[in-house]
């Protein structure tokens, strides 16, 4: 009975030491430590990288240590900071990124709909959620509907009227809601940058769509000479607007 | 882009045709200076100035964005590149000679 005993006895002594540690290590903790470890890995990777011999993007290592920690922080602010992190990460995790996306969109909006890091999540969904199924529209639509947060109100708002003005197909009637959303963001968010870019995106359905005489506008050629667009009339004209970085 | 840029504007060269080129790169006309010498650039360009103001009043948000224009300045095509741009302009030259 000796052996057992003191086997036993020794186990209770690692108990006792490991187990506080892992109390105090809540959701918040661990995800200050996982963002820290992400940051310092992605550094390596580029490092890595610049000199040719970089391996998988780090991203998808982590991945699945911030969908563990979504999965244990559904009632933690920390929680949706791990859903908010893979859906601005996803888009570097290949085909994994793309699952892990969905789940990340579907659980945000299921267990962190209060919370003020929607306003994060719907930005992050006019980038990041071209590979689900309805763009993110459904996950969209409820923030829009049902946070009260005014911020994430209007994140969403806005990325759901651009995703709509931004394609090409969209049809008259996503136009027209795409329009009372902006109008909704310039007339109810004065001061905020949601308004400011609705402005922007209304001027673009108003002046800028194809069948429209496109706006004029002066400017300064190579040779400091002063030419306007109307200058152009008679003429089939590309307006190129680029950046050679 | 580039190549193909020049391309057609030397084909076109004989043509009612424009292309015009709004450069939002850092560092002023000093720069397009001389991006245009490197990239030997020879079309209408402007630096649309650090602060982009053509750029921003047309709610460009993605580099690039393009719009072809027929004769009369009405926008008819957008974002299209290299072959696709070439033939748009193409039927709006057609159209233009037409409609003489």
Known sequence: MHGPFRIAVVGLALGAIALPRAWAAGPEDELKKLTADYQAAVQEYNTARQKGNAGRHPSIEFLAKFQDLAKKGRKSEAGAEADLWIIQNARFAGAEGQKALAGAVEDAVENH????????????????????????ESALRKIMNRSSVKEAKAAAMFTLATMICDDDSSDAKEKTEARELLESLAKDYPGTRYATQAKGYLFELDNLQIGKTAPDFTAKDQDDKTFKLSDYRGKVVVVDFWGFW | MLPHEKAMVERLKDKPFALLGLNSDKGGRDRLQQILKEQAIT???????????????????????????????VIRYKNLRNEAMEEAVMKLLDEAEKGK
Do not use: C
């Open chain 2, 43 to 73: 079309w209408r360009q402007s630096q649309d100035e650090t602060t982009q103001p053509i750029a921003k009043e047309w709610n460009v948000t993605g580099w690039p964005t393009i719009y072809i224009l027929d004769a009369k300045g």
């Open chain 1, 113 to 136: 709909l209060p919370s003020p890091k929607m306003e994060a999540v719907a930005g992050a969904l006019r980038y990041g959620a071209y590979s689900l199924p309805d763009r993110g």
